[in-house]
């Protein structure tokens, strides 16, 4: 069925829904149907059928939401768009998804109006705008029925190695990710979500979102991250979701104790990798353990830390139920236990292929079924998967294959180094050399001979970095991950 008919059944009776302290508003659960239901009858006004696309470049707000909402009402390909893409980047995506219908900021409506023959409306962080100007007071709508493999949410990858592809998220993919989540983290009565992840990706749309949702639980909504914010606002929550770049700040604010968590319940990590001491830190100084987990924008989350048993730091955990994995080496065959190969799943939270790409789709999956993730990875006796990097970012030196992870892991446990980037560069010798791109402690006096020094007994020689830059941070993007692509542009002469 249409995942908002899910949401509706498990939500149905509860309270208190949005409650946003920054934006001084808050909303119930009664409210998502009502207003959800004036904006679907707004898109209907607007000609969307079932199946159109809605681009979405809009400000994280509560009717950000409940446009989101009114999209799978109607049976529309909902798409949100980051708000830092600029002019060049709007218009692929825009020719390529063809909308019906675009609701953005007001400052960017005159660009998108020169942009598209589709019909431009506009909502500001409030929610006020052309979108919701003279809304009709009719808050009845019944929801369009959708198959599970109908598409409910288009969103676009990263577009690191090319063009950004749209991946098709099914209505079925997103019920059954979304309910697999919630039994793995144990959601319960009372839970109080807070939320201060951007909503135009699957951690802070699908996961973050859902979740709640899913479980009639009230969300703390803040616009943005502040590590003040979140601090304050913690003692009044159950469950926190975060990035690892949030947890290293949250880490370095002086608010951040025991008791300030002594009500919460769960802390989850994930889009990017989180180092060991950022695991250990956080649990010294507050006396809970993260969950870190790993998923993608194809997959939504595939594995998860448990919540009873072992939390191992440097992995991220089983597979969640429903979902398979293999390990394979590049011949096909599966690789032996602790072995890093290519890392393949399977199961019902796999999107449905990339729009309009159908050999891309095509070269994406194995005869047998399994998406290629493009990660690398290593499965221990226990079953915990370990992400040791990206297939694009293995190096191959003098025909030896090195995992940035395991280099990056060496660099990070040296005294005041607060993290590495480990990339491979042309070399004239060994074809590809080791590059490290390190981030120190000021206070703390390190210089690439100390460095290499000390990786001399951790490290095989042919693992070691060659090269050594330091930098005062490294580059990411607005989901935490590390921009090696921008790395290697800049370290390559």
């Known amino acids: ?43 209907l006004e607007l000609a969307v059928s079932p199946g159109d696309r809605v681009i979405a470049q809009v400000h994280k707000s509560p009717q950000s939401l409940f446009l989101y909402f009114a999209c799978l009402r109607v049976g529309a390909i909902f798409l949100p768009l980051n708000t830092a893409y600029l002019d060049e980047e709007l218009k692929h ?26 019909q431009v409306r506009t909502m500001d962080v409030l929610g006020h705008g052309s979108f919701s100007d003279g809304l009709t007071s009719n808050t009845g709508f019944v929801t ?6 109908d598409i409910a949410v ?9 063009r950004p592809k749209g991946a098709m998220i099914s209505h079925g993919n997103l ?24 909503v135009f990706h699957v951690h802070g749309l699908m996961v973050a979102t859902h979740l709640p949702v899913l479980n009639g639980s009230p969300i703390i909504f803040l616009t943005d991250f502040n590590p003040e914010d979140v601090t304050r606002l913690l003692p009044s929550a159950t469950v926190y979701m975060g990035v690892p770049t949030n947890y290293t700040r949250l880490i370095g604010s ?24 950022t695991f250990n830190n956080f649990r010294d100084l507050t006396g809970h353990e993260i969950v870190e ?29 429903g979902v398979t994995a293999k390990i394979i080496d590049d011949d096909g065959r599966e690789v032996a236990t602790d072995e890093p190969g290519n890392l393949l799943i399977k199961g019902p939270n796999v999107f449905m292929g990339y729009w309009k790409l159908p050999e891309k789709t095509k070269e994406g999956f194995t005869g047998d079924g399994y998406f290629k993730t493009g990660d690398l990875a290593t499965r221990d006796a226990d079953g915990y998967i370990s992400i040791v990097g990206r297939n694009k970012d293995m190096i191959i030196s003098g025909g030896l294959n090195v995992y940035p992870k395991e ?32 981030v120190c402690d000021p206070a703390v006096s390190l210089d690439e001979t100390e460095i290499l020094l000390q990786l001399k007994s951790r490290l095989a020689n042919f693992k070691r970095p060659k090269w050594i830059h330091f930098e005062p941070e490294l580059p990411r993007n607005t989901m935490g991950k590390v921009q090696k692509n921008l790395l290697r542009e800049k370290f390559k002469s």
């Open 175 to 198: 019920a059954t990710n979304g309910q697999a989540l919630h039994k793995a983290w144990q959601w319960q009565t009372g839970d109080v979500m807070l939320h201060a992840l951007p």
């Open 293 to 321: 987990r790993y998923g993608m924008t194809e997959t939504g989350m595939n594995t998860s830390n448990p919540l009873d048993g072992e939390r191992k730091p440097g992995t991220v955990g089983p597979m969640l139920a």
């Open 144 to 149: 369009i029925d959708r198959d599970d493999d």
């Open 407 to 438: 280099v990056e892991a060496a660099i990070d446990k040296i005294n005041g180094v607060f993290e590495s980037a480990v990339i491979g560069l042309p070399h004239d010798d060994f074809g590809e050399g080791v590059c490290a791109i390190v």
């Open 254 to 277: 002086d608010r951040l104790n025991r008791e300030v968590c002594s009500n919460m319940r769960l802390f989850t990590s994930g889009s990017a990798p989180l180092l060991e001491p």
């Open 1 to 43: 069925m249409n995942i908002y008919e899910i949401f509706r059944e498990r939500s149905r009776d509860a309270g208190p829904f949005i409650l946003s302290p920054d934006l001084e508003v808050q909303f119930t659960y009664e409210d998502m149907e009502t207003l959800s239901g004036q904006y679907a009858n707004r898109l």
């Open 93 to 118: 995506f825009v020719e390529n998804a063809e909308p019906s219908v675009i609701v953005c900021d007001p400052t960017k409506e005159a660009l998108f109006r020169s942009l598209t023959g589709a």
């Open 154 to 162: 288009m969103l676009y990858t990263s577009g690191t190695t090319g």
